[in-house]
């Protein structure tokens, strides 16, 4: 089975400080997903990914950046956290882009709290 | 843009009972949907996958059918037991951008 791994499951910051969520898969995908999922909005993608030092912006990209330097591993970057980021925030991968067939496999997930 | 709807936002049924849920899309020029199941705190779970040749796909107690014409998947799932209760999501694939757009989902509580 797929595995994606999230460096942490919970993570409490300050405003204005540098985070950095970390995201690993195990089996080779292509593409990376970072999404952020808040009550009644469902899930909105951020950043993604569909190859090593390729990023492509989301829906939301505002505030954050991102870094793919190896195939495996994809970090999600607050440059400046915000009260507004507080939020669940998920990495997912898959195998290859618009694949009709292609499955998404979701992390644990990260809930962020800037306080 | 492909706005995802799931109503209703909860639904909560005696075990046994099979389970009806709705997602609904507005574009129909999808590659794939598929549905999800989310435990409290947790990440994603993949349940089904229907590509857009696909009418229906099944999985032990869980069917899910898709009518891109009407825009409209349903996710049935028989004989509901308390292991069921989640939410479930549901996901269309875009055909202009393959980009995923979610809905927020159904939270479903099964009572023993």
């Known amino acids: 089975d797929v595995k994606v791994t999230q460096s942490s499951r919970y993570l409490v910051k300050r405003t204005g400080e540098k985070v950095f969520l970390e995201c690993v898969q195990d089996m080779d995908h292509e593409n990376m997903f970072w999404y952020r999922q808040d009550p009644g909005l469902g899930l909105r993608l951020i950043y993604f990914s569909y190859d090593v030092k390729m990023k492509e912006k989301g829906d939301i990209p505002e505030g954050y950046s991102v870094s793919r330097e190896k195939k495996e591993r994809f970090s999600l970057i607050l440059e400046s956290a915000s009260t507004n980021q507080t939020s669940m925030y998920l990495c997912?991968?898959?195998?290859?882009?618009?694949?009709?067939?292609?499955?998404?496999?979701f992390g644990s997930g990260t809930q962020l709290s800037v306080l | 843009k492909q706005e995802v709807t799931q109503i209703p936002a909860a639904l909560s049924v005696p075990e046994g009972e099979n389970l009806v849920l709705n997602c609904s899309f507005t574009?129909?020029?999808?590659?794939?949907l598929q549905w999800f199941r989310q435990d409290p705190g947790k990440g994603l779970t993949s349940l089904l996958l229907?590509?857009?040749?696909?009418r229906e796909q099944t999985s032990g107690r869980l069917n899910a059918s898709l009518d891109k014409s009407s825009g409209r998947s349903t996710l049935y799932i028989a004989a509901s037991q308390p292991g069921d209760s989640a939410t479930y999501l549901c996901?269309?694939?875009?055909?202009?951008?393959?980009?995923?757009?979610f809905g927020a989902g159904t939270t479903v509580t099964v009572r023993a």
């Open positions: 996901a269309v694939g875009a055909l202009y951008d393959y980009k995923l757009s």
């Open positions: 229907i590509q857009s040749s696909q």
């Open positions: 574009d129909s020029a999808i590659y794939n």
């Open positions: 997912a991968s898959s195998l290859e882009w618009g694949a009709t067939n292609e499955k998404l496999f």
